[in-house]
């Protein structure tokens, strides 16, 4: 029985029980949340050491990092020390997105290097070895792509990141559409080459049944990912995005059905007055699955900057209801991030995520922002460094610009101005 | 005859035109909203080389650096520097909040070093004076903080921070709600520091009329300092902060009476779901004068990335109104911010800014967005390296990350899927 079926059937599972310790709810809210499917809890039935993460509605917001081997210079030692910084900055998961190299060692790596769930995205890998054995990746066939799929969930993958919505109809949508950028998904504009080429509908949405058996077997949550995530703002809410919105919520509702956990990705870079739009939209055509964005940026122009604006459209749309933030690191749009802007990219992605947590309600967010502001009233700068989001970074600038920096002030001489006050306003009321 | 005494009388100024051309609006848009007092113009009479700066509704967002001698260290070069830093990262207008150090040469060395309105808030001279000449900063008498207001107008700066609306009643009030921190504002504190000990009403308060006769002689804009902003996430909206903005409220109608040009300083540390209500009240009570947020932070707990935390409250405030965005380095709460972190927190400043406008259908913010996609469509880095919010830091990232990255892809060999899926959807459509 998968964690969805026992949910629907009633029953408290021990990963519920887990993920309710640490989100501060009852096991019933997870259990309620997880059965109506608003719910996710990664953890693959295979994947023994891992401490199970829930996503979604009432639940903190999560915060995932991805790594993988992309260029001819990147090795498995390199990416497996991103997946170490991504963790000691907090990240909540981890995607391993290689597209080269030795794919299944690299997995199989980042599964031991950490307990936190884990994601892949399948269609790198079976197109990989589609060049590698045929000459070309689009000789991969329908049963190369389910094999390598099977393998990524029988070695313990969480999730899985799958264009299942990007049809055929979608693809020449956005072909008359008009969109400024249609080729913005790595993976997605691949299966459409895929798919043109062969004239062959998206085998994921063909052989969704298929998908599901594995998915079943090994209670493996289903990312679906969206190729027609909007790639500069100007393209953000057009029909092709909704469209694949449109299916995958069909395709949720036959995943629920059959005992399979949901979630869905989406954008991308979406201008702050569209970001409530787009969670609405999300969550109503997706039936309330949870909302796994990437970013969104909310301009195209902070080229060097871009998980600050990543943050703004991050904060927002866990605010108005997205559950799960996909950083996005400084090099963002101009190459592949080193170890330090993995780090940048998973702090500013948890910022945005507790901002959110704080507006949200969440009362363990609002408990931190709390300590925080008594240690700093209490000019307790111990206190305050360990309560940081990144005590390391706050320790060493702290240091550096502490000794450029006196504290004491010597404004008043005798008698203390910000004293008076202090000991005025801490007078208890008389009468 | 000032601006705002102009825009009433429906004549169209030499600095209206100017800031109309900048703004792409017409100079009767400029002229109507300087008239409602919902736009103001930052140009002292006396400022003879400054380009005036529009802040308020239907412009873009603008944003301010400040910099200033506060610790012993500190030196008129270091600061200029700073200035030059934070210009050359497209600040909009200067803050020099010197409290120690030769504060004339300061600002007269500020005043030559840009042609950027320039502000100031004079208490903190006329403090460090007392302190000087009397031994202690609470020896300043209501004449000696006058003097200093008038020479800071008479040598040209164009905004000035003054706390008019921190009565003894709204001292109490903070005193008797039990805020967590109610001595945020260093130099409001500093002056509710002088009117308990003195047991006398705040000087800028009681002495209104004389300083609007200052205003209105060189045609500053008065820029209302909020002593109550909330320090830290708990402490926002209550009692204080909003009987402060009443007050201001009274006091911006007798300042457009007198013909003088009022902004209003904010928040501070605001949690999301506080902000849109925090702007709305300030523009209601405030009778829609420009809002100067600082910040604000939307997490107390982002030691070391507030200027990210900052940049999240500032897109947002900005997106529901806010018109001017003082901006936060990642040396907040920590020390004082070098060089770097000045430019780092300008530009994280300006991406909140720039997203905000996008999002609010400014036309100029929309078609710079738009440039940078089609750059990115067409590949031309030059084009986006030119086009990014820092070209500098851009084209030294694509440097270093184009170097570590080989952009030519192997997967598919003769035939390309990225290829075929670009000619697919670039072909015209037929029948």
């Known amino acids: 029985m998968t964690i969805l079926e026992s949910a629907k059937k009633g029953l408290i599972t021990d990963e519920m029980r887990q993920v309710a310790i ?6 019933e809210f997870i259990r309620q949340g997880v059965a109506t499917g ?15 993460v829930a996503v979604g509605k009432g639940l903190t917001t999560k915060v995932s990092a991805s790594v993988g081997m992309y260029d001819s210079k990147d090795s498995i030692a390199g990416e497996v020390e991103k997946i170490v910084t991504a963790i000691s900055a907090g990240a909540d998961t981890i995607m391993d997105l290689s597209v080269r190299g030795d794919i299944d060692s690299m997995r199989k790596s980042t599964l031991i290097t950490t307990c936190k769930p884990i994601g892949t995205l399948p269609l790198y890998q079976a197109m990989a070895e589609a060049k590698m054995n045929k000459g070309s990746s689009l000789e991969m066939t329908v049963d190369d792509l389910f094999e ?4 990524h969930a029988s070695d313990g993958i969480d999730f899985l990141a799958l264009h299942c919505g990007t049809t055929m109809d979608v ?5 008359d559409e008009g969109r400024l950028d249609p080729l913005v998904s790595f993976g997605g504009a691949r299966l459409m080459g895929w798919m043109i080429h062969h004239n ?9 049944d298929r998908l599901l058996q594995i998915a079943y077997k090994y209670d ?5 990912a969206d190729a027609m995530r909007p790639g500069c703002t100007q393209d953000s809410l057009i029909g092709s995005q909704i469209q694949e919105y449109i299916i995958l919520g069909d395709l949720i509702t036959r995943a629920r059905n059959a005992g399979v956990q949901v979630m869905v990705k989406g954008p991308g870079h979406v201008p702050i007055d569209q970001i409530e739009t787009t969670v609405n939209i999300q969550k109503s055509l997706c039936k309330g699955a949870p909302y796994f964005v990437f970013g969104p940026l909310v301009t195209d122009t902070a080229v060097g900057y871009d998980h600050i604006s990543a943050a703004i459209g991050g904060a927002i749309s866990a605010y108005v209801g997205a559950d799960f933030i996909c950083y996005v690191t400084p090099a963002e749009h101009i190459g592949l991030p080193d170890k330090e802007q993995v780090h940048t990219g998973v702090i500013a992605a948890r910022i945005a995520a507790h901002a959110a947590d704080v507006a949200n309600g969440i009362e363990k967010a609002i408990r931190w922002d709390l300590e925080m502001s008594y240690a700093r009233k209490d000019l307790d700068w111990e206190k305050q460094i360990e309560l940081s989001i990144d005590p390391d970074t706050a320790r060493k600038m ?7 920096f006196s504290s004491e002030c010597t404004m008043c001489g005798k008698y203390c101005a910000m004293k008076i006050v202090s000991e005025f306003l801490n007078k208890k009321k008389v009468g």
């Open 22 to 27: 640490i989100e501060e709810v009852s096991p």
């Open 38 to 52: 608003e719910i996710v809890i990664l953890k693959n039935n295979n994947h023994k050491n891992v401490v199970p």
């Open 148 to 151: 390598v799929i099977e393998r």
């Open 171 to 175: 693809v020449k949508r956005a072909k």
């Open 200 to 208: 062959l509908e998206n085998p994921l949405y063909e052989n969704f």
């Open 220 to 224: 493996i949550v289903l990312s679906f």
């Open 398 to 404: 702290w240091t550096e610009r502490s000794d450029d």
